[in-house]
């Protein structure tokens, strides 16, 4: 059993806008997109580590804060960006 992280990456950026990070994709202008588990919100952030902005995906949690808890996955295409709401129990669509 492991018990230390073979720390074999490199760091893109950390804390910020980021808040249990369970889920990323690069989206077609390159950004990367990650999912939150701890409030509900997507991030985008440059590849050289500047996190650019977070939606809300999830607030339905009764939990503080809101959305906590309910974003586990995420995916896109050209057009739009899916994600997985365990919260809801569903897999959603953001145009």
């Keep these: ?5 073979a720390y074999t990456g490199t760091d893109v950026t950390a804390n910020g806008l ?15 997109l990650v999912a939150n588990g701890n409030d509900g919100l997507v991030v985008e952030i440059q590849p050289s580590g500047q996190q650019l902005s977070s939606k ?16 586990f996955g995420i995916a896109t295409t050209a057009t739009a960006v899916y994600f997985v709401d365990d919260c809801s129990n569903a897999l959603l669509v953001l145009h």
């Design 1 to 5: 059993m492991r018990t230390t992280t």
């Design 56 to 71: 809300q995906l999830d607030s339905t949690n009764s939990t503080v804060p809101p959305g906590a808890g309910c974003l």
């Design 18 to 32: 980021l808040n249990g990070p369970l889920g990323l994709v690069v989206a077609p202008n390159g950004n990367i």
